[in-house]
């Protein structure tokens, strides 16, 4: 069962414009991971946020977490052609089976 | 190189038969998923396993079987019983399950096709 949604499912921007996805999920998390898929490939895993947290910064990507909105957001600044790649949310609950549930992603391109 | 490989990296199935797909890791990992993608979509859990000789279904485990009889090896089985087989499958592994802050590291995947 997918945990939530992401949104927008499609989004193309110019090089050096940011890019801002949104991911809601349904059930109380430990921690919310944000991956990165180029097309065809496996996904690479981009930044962990913990329940406990509200914002994390690694290089030119923010997250933000709301847990009482149960809602998360990636920021990507500055965005380059390179960066063009589904992005995905996965939710990590409470439970000790490290299972992960994945959002639908979001498809970004970015136009040189 | 330290990694998570699977092959084949493209496998075609007539229908009736059974698929092994392979997922091997040189990372001391403790624990291995298996996903499959489908075109446009997220991706939904198969099985998992958090330690050698034990494994468990995911959401999706209807059509498919696994075995964990190595600590490096989770291969997955496609059989016959898995009527829409026909997609990309990706195998993941992570340190520890029971650690609750782990990412988890991908292989390249498989795409099987059923003709």
């Known amino acids: 069962s997918q945990q939530g949604e992401e949104d927008p499912q499609a989004l193309s921007i110019q090089e050096g414009e940011n890019a801002t996805m949104n991911c809601s999920y349904k059930?109380?998390?430990?921690?919310l991971q944000w991956y990165r898929q180029n097309s065809g490939r496996g996904l690479v895993h981009l930044i962990l946020i913990r329940s406990n947290e509200r914002e994390k910064h690694s290089g030119r990507l923010r997250v933000t977490l709301d847990t009482s909105k149960k809602s998360s957001s990636l920021l990507i600044t500055a965005s380059r052609a390179a960066d063009t790649a589904s992005y995905f949310c996965?939710?990590?609950?409470?439970?000790?089976?490290?299972?992960?549930?994945f959002g639908q992603g979001t498809t970004l391109q970015v136009k040189p | 190189d330290g990694g998570i490989t699977q092959s084949p990296k493209y496998l075609f199935r007539k229908e009736g038969q059974n698929v092994t797909l392979s997922c091997e890791q040189n990372l001391n990992h403790d624990a291995m998923y298996w996903y499959r993608q489908d075109p446009g979509q997220g991706l939904r859990l198969i099985y998992y396993?958090?330690?050698?000789?034990?494994?468990q279904k995911g959401d999706i485990a209807e059509g498919y079987s696994v075995s964990r009889e190595k600590k490096e090896s989770f291969p997955l089985t496609v059989t016959s019983a898995q009527k829409n087989p026909t997609a990309f499958y990706l195998c993941?592994?992570?340190?520890?399950?029971?650690?609750?802050?782990?990412?988890?590291?991908f292989g390249p995947g498989t795409r099987l096709t059923v003709l």
């Open positions: 996965a939710t990590r609950g409470s439970s000790n089976t490290g299972k992960l549930i």
């Open positions: 396993s958090q330690i050698v000789n034990d494994f």
């Open positions: 993941a592994s992570s340190p520890q399950s029971r650690s609750s802050y782990n990412e988890q590291f």
């Open positions: 059930t109380s998390i430990n921690n």
